[in-house]
């Protein structure tokens, strides 16, 4: 091969995104792509050493000797911490190649998968054990008194409206995140009316322990789908009215600000430290678990904002501070929106 064609492989090699390291017969390096640099953290010094070395207590022996197909390694690179599969294969010239796969992205998912079934198993738990036990009383003649009134009637009623609402929400997290928007159900709508009749609903549920105050642009209007809309606008302001303690102040308003359409709800409630905002719209992410609770939340409201949003090409924007409140702002893109 030309001095030419192989510096031409060079270029091909580092493209690709998979670590690929040349190996010689004996198992030392010859030559490596970016990739396999980056993910083993290779230097110049290490050519023509033993791989086995480099990655001594890894396990990788047993990839040489054909026990397996491939070898899980966790390699920690420059304050980094990377997952790989290696696997080899023969080299036409002799020797073979090590590739490595990254597998990180791939390791957070299964990770989450994990953390969502014991979450949804946690969440589950505390309502059917209170179903089993109270069903176990009745059985055993402990509670013989099951009138219109009864406080046990009204706590597994309760705890049947929570399950309820936490497998809705399950389900409509599901479809936002398993199905792509779907346009043709997209909608030119103002979403004035829509904002007054949830806040109607907000001030049913706050009882007249706060004051609400509305800044609603009816002229400027919104391409969406007005259930996903709604959802979203209800959760935040829904929850202002849970995290709000009693002569709070909560304002709802909707505006054109500079270039985007934005919806926003502010309130003087309890407030969240900075540590916690990166991490409210995870699944069951609670700052207080046992407040979220008290006050009927599922922990998948804002989980499921997030998913509308990026499904209309808008921004969630979070601003708080403890003890003195929190404005959750929504910005949507005008540039191809009508106004």
């Known amino acids: 091969m030309t001095v030419l064609g192989f510096e031409r492989e060079r270029l091909l090699a580092d493209a690709l995104s998979d670590g690929v390291v040349a190996l010689s017969d004996t ?3 010859n030559w490596w792509n970016a990739s396999a ?6 230097r110049p010094e290490h050519h023509q050493k033993e791989i086995m070395r480099l990655l001594k207590g890894t396990g990788i022996r047993t990839l040489f000797s054909n ?22 294969r023969e080299y036409r010239a002799g020797g073979q190649l090590l590739i490595v796969q990254d597998t990180t992205e791939l390791e957070g998912f299964v990770n989450m998968r994990k953390d969502f079934i014991a979450n ?49 929400g399950l389900l409509l997290l599901s479809r ?30 706050s009882q007249g322990r706060h004051t609400f105050k509305c800044d609603i642009d009816n002229s400027l209007s919104l391409m ?35 270039d985007c359409a934005v919806f926003s709800v502010s309130d003087t409630g309890i407030g969240i430290s900075a540590k916690h ?8 992410y609670r700052v207080d678990q046992a407040r979220s609770q008290a006050s009927g939340g599922t922990g998948l409201g804002l989980a499921i904002v997030k998913h509308v949003l990026v499904r209309h090409d808008a921004e969630l924007v979070i601003t708080s ?11 949507f893109p005008l540039d191809n929106k009508d106004e």
């Open 176 to 205: 936002l995140e398993s199905n792509g928007p779907d346009l043709s159900m997209h909608q030119l709508f103002s979403p004035g009316a829509l904002l007054e009749s949830i806040v109607r609903d907000a001030k049913q549920v």
């Open 224 to 258: 969406g789908e007005v259930n996903e809309i709604q959802s979203t606008f209800s959760n935040l302001i829904m929850n202002a009215v849970r995290y709000t303690p009693g002569r709070g102040d909560i304002k709802v308003s909707w505006k054109k600000e500079k």
């Open 27 to 29: 198992g030392r390096l």
């Open 37 to 42: 640099e980056r993910l083993l953290g290779l």
């Open 321 to 331: 501070e403890p003890n003195k409140g929190s404005t959750f702002s929504c910005r």
């Open 67 to 88: 026990h397996i197909e491939s070898l899980s390694i966790v390699r920690k690179v420059r304050r980094k911490t990377w997952h790989l599969t290696l696997s080899l």
């Open 277 to 284: 905002i990166d991490k409210l719209t995870q699944r069951f």
């Open 120 to 168: 949804v198993s946690h969440e589950l738990r505390t309502p059917l054990t209170v179903f089993r036990g109270y069903l176990e009383l009745i059985q055993d003649g402990a509670i013989t008194d099951l009138g219109h009134d009864s406080p046990v009637l009204q706590q597994m009623n309760d705890q049947c409206h929570r399950m309820e609402s936490l497998v809705k």
